[in-house]
């Protein structure tokens, strides 16, 4: 079941739209056929019964290490500093309380690249010959399907801090069970999204959305919650990743006369807006919305004021101050922090299974990755959780990115989304966080 509440304003419409999204199977009453005659003895009731084992892992070899297959170049490089610098200021902070199982993490660094040219695919081989533990990233859903089978199917953890797909809520894309990630389901961002849109006035929208796994994905999921909503999807143009130029797409959109537009894309959003400028469905014309992929501050890489009012949407809590100065000294040039927080809880998660695990190994991680995110003594800090798992306790680490409290696919079942507000620097404000549950 799916449910979504506002901090300030209320979602039942759309609520609504996402519960049959995610319509969960109904618990089956005992059929009283099943039950034996009086005076009869189930076959089972004299079969001893037994503890089902603990699995049998491979033994790891005593030091947890990480790789990150995180954007360093391609169309997210600019969500890449704050990922890195998470990644490393958990493995900082970490191997100052201690390290995991009387031993530093160690720490190998990889780039993703985009898909085009494949870069993940080599450096997830790099990082397998390093044998790595968990490999944390990618960043891009569509790269990381790419590189999935690699990594589970060698019993390494992957543990995206971006992925927002829906696609990976289900047991079909990682058999292996070694599949996990901090940022939730396009699901509720997609029903944030398609809510602030209907909450702002307007009924007819018009969608423009890359041809890949993100895209497509989180464009069905607005659509679905905007007309169960009310509202009308006037138009929905996609466009190839690689492409030129975006002209054919944009006066089709133009031609559909839509009152609101909304963007999901990467950065080839700073081509596509000055195109929808011309053709008069510019922020000045219509209301015009992104989502995780191109909120990003731009300041003077477009035309000063180009983007101001435009509304953006990114998965995560709000950054605290300290957070945020804890990771300027990891990287003091970072000017966006998206995924940071989300990069930072990857590793701790990790290190905490690790340690519950009692096995550097990363099938062991995995089989406790989901249990020390929820039902359990709530704790905040890695050396604070790992004191209660020492002491024999279940513990339930609530991070800087938010609660967590994964579901039975590695996802979140409950998170923040915030909404940002462009100003005339072409940056972002925050305006308002809304919590939602998947």
């Given amino acids: 079941m799916r449910s979504i509440s506002r901090a300030t304003r209320t979602a ?27 005076g009869e003895e189930s076959p089972a009731d004299d079969e001893p019964t037994e503890e089902e084992p603990a699995e049998d892992f491979p033994e790891g070899d005593g030091t947890l290490t990480i790789g990150s297959l995180l954007p360093a170049t391609g169309d997210l490089e600019f969500l890449g500093p704050p990922e890195f610098a998470g990644v490393e200021l958990a493995i900082k902070e970490i191997n100052e309380a201690g390290g995991v199982l009387g031993e530093d993490v160690e720490y190998f660094e990889g780039d993703s690249g985009d898909g085009t040219p494949p870069v993940a695919g080599p450096t997830v081989n790099r990082l397998l010959n390093q044998d790595v533990d968990v490999i944390v990233g990618a960043a891009a859903s569509g790269v990381s399907i790419t590189v999935i089978d690699a990594i589970t199917g060698a019993g390494v953890v ?41 909450e702002d006035g307007f009924s007819n929208l018009g969608i423009i959305n890359r041809q890949d796994d993100y895209g497509t994905g989180l464009a069905k999921v607005i659509t679905e919650n905007f007309e169960s909503a009310g509202g009308t999807v006037v138009a929905t143009e996609v466009y190839a990743p690689d492409a030129s130029n975006f002209n054919a797409e944009v006066q089709a959109m133009a031609a559909a006369d839509p009152d609101a537009v909304v963007v999901v894309g990467f950065v080839e959003t700073l ?19 992104f989502t995780d992929g191109n909120t990003s501050n731009y300041g003077g890489d477009v ?12 998965p995560g809590a709000e950054l605290t101050g300290d957070f ?66 020492e002491a024999d306790e279940d513990i339930d680490y609530d991070g800087v990115s938010g609660p967590i409290e994964m579901n039975e696919f590695g996802s979140p079942a409950a998170a923040s989304i915030g909404v940002y507000l462009y100003g005339p620097d072409n940056n972002i404000t925050p305006d308002e966080f809304i919590q939602g549950q998947i």
């Fill in 12 to 38: 039942a419409a759309l609520a609504a739209s996402v519960l049959v999204l995610a319509a969960c199977g109904t618990d089956e009453a005992d059929d009283p056929t099943d039950e034996p005659p009086a």
């Fill in 158 to 198: 992957q543990f995206s801090p971006a992925n927002t797909s829906p696609i990976f809520d289900s047991d079909e894309v990682d058999p292996n069970e070694l599949y996990f990630r901090t940022a939730p389901s396009d699901v509720l961002q997609g029903a944030v999204l398609a809510n602030l849109v209907s």
């Fill in 271 to 289: 081509q596509i807006i000055p195109q929808m400028v011309r053709n008069g469905i510019g922020p000045d014309d219509v209301a015009v919305y």
């Fill in 303 to 314: 035309e000063q004021g180009l983007l101001e009012g435009i509304k953006g949407t990114l």
């Fill in 324 to 389: 945020r100065e804890r990771l300027l000294k990891v990287d003091p040039d970072l000017e966006d922090f998206s995924y940071g927080p989300e990069s930072y809880d990857a590793v701790v998660v990790s290190a905490l299974a690790a340690v519950a695990a009692d096995s550097d190994n990363g099938e062991a991680i995995g089989a406790n990755i989901i249990d020390v995110t929820r039902e359990g003594t709530k704790c905040t800090e890695f050396a604070e959780c790992v004191e209660l798992l």
